[in-house]
């Protein structure tokens, strides 16, 4: 499985912005997927995640205002943001995994994208 994350930017806080991936491979619709981020100078933390039957997960600080969904005839996943905050700024990594579980922990994901980065300024 390949991914590619898309869709980043230089946004205002309190603006929007959706990131999109789009991935290679067969039986996308059975892999759990998520959303992770990097801020400069700290370590990728879980930001959500969506498994196959559509059950979503949220870390607290975007609870409300981050939505995760999927299109799997399009082989896609989007984060909508809203709400931006200046905190929100990091490079935001999609990834995947067969098991189909929830996990926040990077190690749990086989498959990973390349980053697209999401600045928010204040």
């Known amino acids: 499985v390949q991914l590619q994350a898309y869709g980043g930017g230089l946004v205002q806080a309190g603006d929007s912005l959706r990131l999109s991936c789009g991935a290679s491979?067969?039986?996308?619709?059975?892999?759990?997927l998520a959303w992770f981020r990097q801020a400069l100078g700290k370590e990728r933390e879980f930001v959500t995640s969506?498994?196959?039957?559509?059950?979503?997960y949220y870390a607290d600080s975007v609870k409300g205002r981050f939505t995760i969904s999927r299109d799997n005839a399009k082989n896609t996943v989007y984060l909508q943001m809203d709400s931006l905050k200046p905190e929100d700024t990091a490079l935001y990594y999609c990834?995947?995994?067969?098991?189909?579980?929830?996990?926040?922990?990077?190690?749990?994901?086989?498959?990973w994208g390349r980053g697209t980065q999401v600045t928010v300024s204040s």
């Open positions: 990834a995947a995994d067969a098991r189909n579980v929830y996990s926040t922990y990077v190690g749990a994901y086989r498959y």
């Open positions: 969506i498994r196959s039957g559509g059950t979503t």
């Open positions: 491979g067969r039986a996308f619709n059975t892999y759990a």
